[in-house]
């Protein structure tokens, strides 16, 4: 029986291809046979599968390779008069497996997007490779130019705790822990379970990193909210960061006081329709802005993906800027 975390890590990218350039394509004829008059059914059977075909090559090769930079803005009447107008860069979901070295111009220009925005903050929401921890390697140079005055800091996705690796836990364990060196090595500030101050004057904004916590089975849930935000002064302003959005109203709503939380893992499904996506029939918080009273939680839908390909769904950078409500 093949493991689900292997099939997910190893097959995916070979079924894909095999749906969407046989299977989809011989689907769409058959249903043209089969629905339409049979003196145009041919044609247009033909024709539709020729599309589908076309679609998924231009999502594998152009649609991977576009990048968005998108601006939101959100009020909240408890942050400090001092942050008013302070910008936090989002970027996600690199899954740097996926790029290989002939697509190391993307993440060239994620880095120079980022740095041409002039946050007073980086902050990464997990899932910087895809199974293996030496993926980060030939990137190190590009995103170690990532810097922010108020510094660049990262969480880890599922993919950074080398579940899907066909090896022994106590190997996966190791290499783990490069995962974690390696990204401290580009000089980012990984969050586990712990938070951070950021100070202006006498005022201060408090950023929290919870673990990875999610729904599937198979998938690392060793986010502690309680850990989290333990010291925490119920009055602080709070940014978290959490890789799964799911763990949003499972545990951050009800267990803490967080304001903002910045998420990732969805991908948007790598698959829209004027900025929808199907994934928006099964889950509130797959991507953008959802509030919850006061409080929210933003989705951003990420730069890659374990599977290269997008369609409708471009790789995004999210820049965010804070204000006072008046």
Not at 8 to 37: E, I
Not at 184 to 195: V, Y
Request: net charge neutral.
């Amino acid at each position: 029986m093949i493991d689900r975390s292997m099939f997910v890590a190893h097959l995916a990218t070979p079924f894909t291809l095999l749906m969407g350039f046989v299977v989809v394509p011989l689907l769409a004829y058959f249903l043209c046979r089969w629905l339409l008059p049979k003196h145009w059914s041919r044609k247009a059977g033909i024709a539709l599968a020729s599309i589908a075909v076309a679609l998924f090559g231009y999502g594998l090769t152009f649609g991977f390779q576009q990048l968005e930079v998108r601006h939101v803005r959100y009020t909240f009447s408890d942050l400090p008069k001092s942050f008013d107008g302070y910008r936090i860069v989002l970027f996600s979901d690199l899954h740097l497996g996926s790029f290989g070295e002939r697509r190391m111009g993307y993440v060239e220009r994620v880095v120079d997007s980022i740095l041409a925005q002039k946050a007073d903050m980086i902050v990464f929401t997990g899932d910087i490779q895809n199974v293996w921890p030496t993926e980060i390697l030939p990137y190190h140079d590009i995103l170690s130019r990532l810097h922010a005055p108020d510094g660049v800091y990262t969480i880890l996705g599922n993919h950074d705790y080398d579940v899907y690796q066909d090896c022994d836990e106590q190997t996966k364990a190791k290499n783990c822990l490069l995962t974690e060196q390696y990204e401290r090595d580009l000089g980012w500030t990984l969050l586990k379970n712990e938070h951070r101050s950021i100070h202006r004057g006498a005022d201060s904004l408090v950023l929290a990193g919870m673990e990875n916590r999610g729904n599937v089975t198979g998938v690392p849930r060793k986010g502690n909210i309680a850990v989290t935000m333990e010291g925490i002064d119920s009055t602080s302003f709070v940014v978290m960061l959490q890789h799964d959005p799911w763990a949003w109203r499972e545990r951050i709503l009800p267990e803490s006081h967080a304001q903002l939380t910045l998420s990732g893992h969805t991908h948007g499904m790598q698959f829209g329709i004027f900025g929808w996506s199907p994934l928006a029939l099964t889950k509130k918080e797959w991507g953008g802005t959802v509030y919850e009273g006061s409080r929210v939680i933003h989705v951003t839908t990420g730069l890659g993906g374990l599977i290269p390909f997008r369609l409708g769904m471009p790789g995004e950078i999210v820049v965010i800027t804070l204000n006072v409500k008046k």
